[in-house]
């Protein structure tokens, strides 16, 4: 059994030093630079196999920043016990994590639980993107739920609890059909919505929405027939990131030139799994 890969990053001097620990996965620097790194998560082994219990821990200094890369998508895969993917983020004052998840795939056969919590301190920030299909090629997926718990020092800014299990999906009103979710989610601050072509009649589902939280915070949500049909989320990831550095830096935080997250995220591109959908614009709709 693995022990949970751990990540931090700190600011000392005139440097950064980033802190890490290896379990289901481990981390490697992409950049760096005075205040904090960009680093690409990669598993050691096969995942996420029946029984698997993947715990990432995640602490951003106070005025660092760091930018997680996941290099693949993770397919949960079929089997008797049950798995899940925990992560428990610590942002400190002045500090930003930004997060782009791949897709996280259900297949049938499987009961799988994803867990996010987040601690964000002072003027601390956060920018995460979540990607849910429910189900390989030719599937409807097995039984999921997700929980999110956001704090801050004041106390709750998000907590959010899904169940997306195959039971709950075929109710009235709820998903039926409809296989992909994708989130993405600023704690710290309120960016706006990002302007989106209109998409086909009927392609989409129930589209997206866009929620302003009650404290500083904004999600941005798509639900629809294939994830590949998700025109806004990775735009809106994008544009918040680039909105979330400019801030960290114009106090001062980060280089000049620091490079692009989508700049950087190509430049990591890896080959996925064996029988994993490819990301391109002529992919199929369903994953």
Not at 12 to 30: D, E, K, Q, Y
Not at 46 to 73: K, M, Q
Not at 94 to 113: C, M, Q, R, Y
Request: charged share 20%; hydrophobic share 35%.
């Amino acid at each position: 059994m693995s022990g949970p890969t751990r990540l931090g990053v700190v600011r000392t001097g005139n440097r950064s030093r980033v802190h890490r620990t290896t379990g289901h996965l481990t981390a490697r620097i992409m950049e760096q630079d005075t205040h904090g790194a960009r680093v690409g998560l990669l598993a050691t082994q096969a995942l996420l196999l029946a029984g698997d219990d993947v715990r990432i821990e995640v602490d951003v200094a106070p005025g660092a920043w760091l930018d997680i890369v996941e290099t693949t998508g993770t397919v949960a895969y079929e089997g008797e016990a049950p798995s899940s993917w925990a992560i428990d983020a610590t942002v400190g004052d002045e500090g930003l994590l930004t997060w782009a998840g791949k897709p996280f795939v259900v297949s049938d056969g499987i009961a799988t639980h994803r867990d996010t919590r987040i601690r964000l301190h002072g003027t601390g920030r956060i920018l995460m993107q979540e990607k849910i299909v429910l189900g390989r090629a030719g599937q409807t997926g097995g039984d999921l739920t997700t929980s999110l718990n956001a704090t801050d020092d004041t106390g709750p800014v998000q907590v959010e609890h899904l169940d997306l299990t195959r039971q709950t999906r075929s109710m009235p009103g709820m998903l039926g059909n409809l296989r992909s979710m994708d989130t993405v989610t600023a704690l710290g601050w309120s960016p706006e919505p990002v302007g989106k072509p209109e998409p086909e009649a009927g392609t989409t589902g129930p589209g997206e929405t866009y929620f302003r939280l009650d404290r500083a915070g904004a999600a941005l949500r798509w639900i629809g027939i294939g994830r590949f049909r998700d025109r806004l989320c990775d735009i809106a990831f994008a544009a918040w990131y680039e909105k979330a550095m400019d801030a960290h830096r114009s106090r001062g935080h980060l280089a000049a030139q620091h490079p692009s997250h989508a700049e950087t995220v190509r430049r990591a591109a890896v080959p996925r799994p064996a029988g994993f959908p490819s990301p391109s614009p002529a992919a199929p709709a369903g994953p």
